[in-house]
């Protein structure tokens, strides 16, 4: 069974800075593109970033390029999000996603989802 | 960017009618859409993929067509579980883009 549990999740200032992980289980985890996708509250679903199955290529929405980091190891099936100068614009449950087959961007199956606050 | 834009934002229908959502997309994505249903406090699940393939464990009832940018996702007869919220996505280029939603509801 695919398991996506989030963690990392809080409440932050602005300016502040959170790391997200997402410890995968039940797939070959380096197979698979992960994506990282956030719901504002009571809002629709906004693509975040995204990283291929060896960690060599990444996409970021224009929205965070330059403020966060995705990366992975593969070594502990883990995804990781790195949020730096965050905004409250960010405040949103950010959910991991594994890719379909050898696609980057069909989310096959979600995590339960962390939720970020940014707030002084 | 492609922009998609889902129709109705709202559909209230009875168990047992038949649904029929849509999602324009701004430019072509050929084949590359798919669709997720999102119910209350949980998260999205794929339910489409390239436009009409079924995801692992969902019903026959849920069909899927288009290519383009005009695709339909239709349920022939609404279960009770089936009352949620659909959101289209894009994967043809980067980045990637999800519509707006819509909503099913109980009539």
């Known amino acids: 069974e695919v398991q996506l549990p989030e963690s990392g999740g809080g409440l932050v200032q602005p300016g502040g800075s959170l790391r997200l992980s997402c410890a995968a289980s039940g797939f070959t985890f380096s197979s698979h593109a992960m994506t990282w996708v956030r719901q504002a509250p009571g809002k629709g679903l906004e693509w975040v970033s995204s990283?291929?199955?060896?960690?060599?290529?990444?996409q970021y929405a224009d929205s965070v390029k330059g403020r966060f980091t995705i990366s992975r190891d593969n070594s502990k099936n883990a995804l990781y999000l790195q949020m730096n100068s965050l905004r409250a614009e960010d405040t949103a449950i950010y959910y991991c996603a594994k890719g379909y087959s050898s696609t980057w961007g069909t989310l096959e199956y979600w995590g339960q989802g962390t939720l970020v606050t940014v707030s002084s | 960017e492609i922009v998609l834009t889902q129709s109705p934002a709202t559909l209230s229908l009875s168990p047992g009618e038949r649904a029929t959502l849509s999602c324009r997309a701004s430019?072509?994505?050929?084949?590359?859409l798919a669709w997720y249903q999102q119910k209350p406090g949980q998260a999205p699940r794929l339910v489409i993929y390239d436009a009409s393939n079924r995801a692992t464990g969902i019903p026959a009832r849920f069909s899927a067509s288009g290519s383009g940018t005009d695709f339909t996702l239709t349920i022939s007869s609404l279960e009770p579980e089936d009352f949620a919220v659909y959101y289209c996505?894009?994967?043809?280029?980067?980045?990637?883009?999800f519509g707006g939603g819509t909503k099913v509801e109980i009539k």
């Open positions: 430019q072509s994505v050929s084949s590359f």
């Open positions: 990283i291929s199955g060896s960690g060599g290529s990444t």
């Open positions: 996505q894009h994967r043809s280029i980067w980045p990637l883009t």
